[in-house]
């Protein structure tokens, strides 16, 4: 499973690139917009072909699933420690941990977890330069969640991340930082089908 992440900010041609993946074979997109309001996401989620809306998690603005026939959500380390996953029945959620100790502890109400960083990441400079995390998925013990690597991950290490007993990866700055999105997801899944 390939899961991309979009920027924080809006991108030039983002929706058509992402609507361009989802052509390529993307299995989920994981739409992280944290400071645009109400009106702006629904005009970004307008322009993202609605055949692939069940496959959209939001991380922001939940109200708006029901409208988008979207059920899937993100709830970040902090909120979740907070007790907001709670709040979501019939629907799928994910969430972040930084260590496999607390990825260890996650109930089954979570489908996956994003684990990072793995690698130095590619977005965030100096973020991950000395992560041990990749190394310490073997030390994994959760069997009712997914584990999903993310950090730094692109078309040149992603075979190291499936290699690691991971479910599946996440790709933000391979995608988002590179001129050829479309060509590097297509390495991307080519490696990850092999």
Not at 127 to 139: A, Q, R
Not at 145 to 165: C, H, M, R, T
Request: aromatic share 8%; charged share 25%; hydrophobic share 35%.
């Amino acid at each position: 499973m390939i899961i991309i992440i979009t920027p924080e900010e809006i991108v030039q041609n983002e929706t058509e690139i992402i609507n361009g993946l989802f052509l390529e074979g993307l299995d989920l997109l994981h739409i992280r917009k944290p400071f645009i309001n109400n009106e702006e996401m629904k005009n970004f989620l307008d322009q993202i072909d609605s055949s692939y809306h069940a496959q959209v998690i939001l991380h922001s603005h939940y109200d708006l699933g029901k409208e988008y026939s979207i059920s899937r959500f993100h709830i970040r380390e902090k909120d979740r420690l907070e007790g907001l996953g709670t709040h979501f029945k019939n629907q799928i959620i994910s969430t972040s941990v930084h260590d496999v100790r607390m990825y260890n502890k996650l109930g089954k109400e979570w489908e996956y977890s994003f684990i990072s960083p793995v690698f130095p990441s590619i977005s965030k400079k100096g973020y991950g330069e000395n992560t041990t995390i990749l190394e310490n998925i073997k030390d994994r013990n959760n069997e009712d969640v997914k584990l999903i690597p993310l950090g730094g991950i692109n078309e040149n290490n992603i075979d190291k991340a499936f290699q690691s007993g991971a479910d599946g990866v996440a790709l933000l700055g391979a995608i988002w930082n590179n001129e050829q999105p479309l060509q590097v997801f297509r390495k991307c899944r080519q490696i990850a089908l092999s």
